[in-house]
């Protein structure tokens, strides 16, 4: 039987089907548009959103809870679909609310300010194709891209032609679904970035991304699963593996975690503990993966309290194949294994990359598990022989090394703004 919700989401759809009920819908969303463009604006109130509005992190977390912390003058609210998301930030003491409900409604109408890391269709706004009017909206993304995103992504189902509203009659709202500024960590990723949203390279800031603060930053992770390895590490290595997600989250994980193991008992042999991090979008919340080994361990963003850059510096190098996670990682200018099991089947099928794999990838790259381990057992014998390379690949990708990238988006989003 459907709920109540399931029911009335399949009228809207039969409706909309029809042409004149479309039309009327269509344009309710200029008059929501039009309507909010009416409503006095305060350039004080920032809103914050990520993960397709569902969870708390990335580059929206980091610089909400910066300027939660040093710039009172702003009011900063966290907006989610998920109420326990909601609960968890109030916990940290922070303002927060629910983008359904009347206090985020009223929110989105008169604040002058969305932060987003997906888009801001999805991450602050709840109804994506009826869009708000007369607010600036940041995007700081979700990391360096290797592989093509945006109107350079020809493959995947997340080119920007699907996230136009659709739900218009007048051209009010042509530019809805884009951003008035964006970051990037380097010059170099700054043009990608522009051509990427097609938008002129001064509209793209190079101001290094805020997670990445985390890196430098004397805070002592509190996650529980963090207080467990630290007893493990005073005598093992602690290693991650970040796969990129497949399919837009609808792969399988068994391509490439067959082999694991394999390897498990010789980990064990070796003092070293593997965890292993699936993409968020592939990882039901709180779900188990029903994996059991030894010395490789499966964990969620429960058990990192959905921090994983919090988390990065606990380790002692990266496995990864194509997440741009590497591009931050370099930052710590620790071991990166590269694991392009694939590479052939996801370049033809899935995505494009930007450049040549092996001429940005600062590290062995193994065709399988076996070879994995062979590069594992090189860290462990201090014969990682990737430093100077790390260095040439981040010196082209990172502009900062310093953890205060939340300052400088914090000063381009009010110079943007005019102030605060």
């Keep these: 039987m459907l709920s109540p919700i399931q029911f009335s989401q399949r009228i809207i759809a039969l409706l909309v089907t029809n042409n004149a009920i479309g039309f009327a ?10 309507a909010t463009c009416l409503v006095p604006k305060n350039t004080n ?18 610089l909400f809870e910066y300027v939660s912390r040093n710039h009172p003058n702003v009011r900063a609210v966290w907006l989610t679909k998920d109420a326990a ?26 604040s002058g300010v969305w932060i987003t890391t997906m888009t801001h269709m ?16 940041v995007q700081l993304w979700h990391g360096t891209p290797l592989k093509k995103i945006g109107y350079d992504d020809e493959k995947s189902s997340l080119h920007p032609a699907a996230a136009i509203p659709r739900f218009q009659v007048l051209p009010l709202n042509a530019n809805a679904g884009k951003s008035d500024l964006y970051i990037a960590a380097s010059e170099e990723v700054r043009a990608k970035m522009a051509a990427a949203f097609k938008v002129p390279r001064e509209q793209v800031r190079v101001t290094g ?12 992770h509190e996650a529980s699963l963090v207080e467990k390895l630290r007893g493990l590490k005073k005598n093992h290595l602690l290693g991650i593996y970040l796969p990129t997600h497949r399919q837009e989250g609808s792969g399988s994980l068994s391509s490439l975690i067959d082999g694991l193991s394999a390897i498990d008992a010789a980990l064990a042999e070796l003092r070293v503990i593997l965890l292993v991090k699936p993409h968020f979008v592939e990882l039901s919340s709180g779900g188990s993966l029903g994996f059991q080994f030894t010395n490789v361990h499966f964990i969620t963003d429960e058990d990192i309290n959905y921090d994983l850059y919090a988390f990065l510096p606990e380790t002692d190098f990266l496995i990864t194949d194509y997440s741009s996670v590497y591009f931050d990682y370099l930052l710590l200018d620790r071991p990166v294994i590269f694991a392009p099991f694939d590479i052939e089947r996801y370049t033809d099928v899935e995505r494009s990359l930007y450049y040549d794999y092996n001429a940005v990838t600062p590290g062995p790259k193994a065709r399988n598990w076996q070879e994995v381990l062979g590069s594992i057992q090189d860290i462990v014998k201090k014969r990682e022989a990737y430093t100077s390379e790390r260095e040439r690949v981040s010196s082209v990708f990172n502009a900062f090394r310093d953890g205060d990238s939340s300052k400088r988006v914090y000063e381009a989003i009010i110079k943007e703004i005019g102030k605060a």
């Design 25 to 34: 819908f269509k344009l309710l969303g200029d008059l929501i548009f039009l």
């Design 45 to 62: 109130l920032w809103l914050f959103g990520a993960r397709f509005g569902e969870k708390y992190g990335d580059n929206s977390k980091y």
């Design 85 to 110: 998301t909601r609960d968890f930030v109030l916990r940290l003491g922070y303002e927060a609310r629910l983008i359904n409900s009347p206090q985020g409604l009223f929110l989105r109408a008169r």
């Design 122 to 137: 999805v991450d602050v706004n709840m109804y994506y194709e009826w869009p708000f009017g007369r607010v600036k909206v």
């Design 209 to 220: 991304y805020p997670r990445t603060d985390a890196f430098f930053k004397a805070k002592r």
